[in-house]
């Protein structure tokens, strides 16, 4: 079991950085090597990723399902999936939050995770997944933070 504790700090309004974390399809921009396929009747989404683990690339299809609380500006993603060879299961639960942040004006966003990785791969993955972890949430982050840096108002987009 992996999990994942990280907090991301944007220098936009919660308003701002909500509308981008609530729409799964601009999300997916924000994530490298992530694609979003179709939306299933069921609400879940066939996706996509690519992960780099050293000199290894996997790649994972998953069946991907959004929950969100607009009042409490709340959100919550389950996957569930297999590697290309299929020889590698992942199962995740991630929940974050957008809060408003006073010093310096702008969001933060804790994230929390749990992932769970079964079958070949498992153990080169859980191996390297903090450095994996820490290197998508930076890239996540800065283009989460570009994203929502149109948005925001100058007094903060400046600072």
Same mark, same amino acid.
């Given at each position: 079991?992996?999990?994942?504790?990280?907090?991301? #700090?944007?220098?936009?309004?919660?308003?701002?950085?909500?509308?981008?974390?609530?729409?799964?399809?601009? +999300?997916?921009?924000?994530? /490298?090597?992530?694609? $979003?396929? /179709?939306?299933?009747? =069921?609400?879940?989404?066939?996706?996509? @990723?690519?992960?780099?683990?050293?000199?290894?690339?996997?790649?994972?299809?998953?069946?991907?399902? %959004?929950?969100?609380?607009?009042?409490?500006?709340?959100?919550?993603?389950?996957?569930?999936?297999?590697?290309?060879?299929?020889?590698? &299961?992942?199962?995740?639960?991630?929940?974050?939050?957008?809060?408003? &942040? $006073? #010093?310096?004006?702008?969001?933060? %966003?804790?994230?929390?995770?749990? +992932?769970?990785?079964? *079958?070949? @791969?498992?153990?080169?993955?859980?191996?390297?997944?903090?450095?994996?972890?820490?290197?998508? %949430?930076?890239?996540?982050?800065?283009?989460?933070?570009?994203?929502?840096?149109? *948005?925001?108002?100058?007094?903060?987009? =400046?600072?």
């Amino acid at each position: 079991m992996i999990e994942v504790h990280e907090q991301i #700090e944007v220098p936009a309004a919660p308003g701002a950085v909500w509308e981008v974390l609530s729409n799964p399809h601009v +999300v997916v921009e924000c994530v /490298e090597g992530a694609a $979003l396929g /179709e939306r299933q009747e =069921d609400g879940s989404y066939d996706a996509s @990723l690519v992960v780099k683990f050293g000199p290894a690339k996997v790649s994972f299809k998953a069946k991907v399902a %959004v929950d969100y609380d607009a009042a409490a500006m709340t959100g919550s993603v389950s996957a569930k999936g297999k590697d290309g060879i299929g020889g590698t &299961r992942v199962q995740s639960l991630m929940k974050f939050s957008v809060v408003e &942040r $006073l #010093e310096p004006p702008g969001t933060a %966003v804790p994230i929390t995770a749990a +992932v769970e990785i079964s *079958g070949k @791969l498992a153990t080169l993955i859980e191996g390297g997944a903090n450095l994996v972890v820490k290197r998508m %949430v930076d890239d996540f982050s800065q283009k989460l933070a570009a994203r929502c840096a149109a *948005g925001a108002p100058a007094e903060i987009r =400046d600072k």
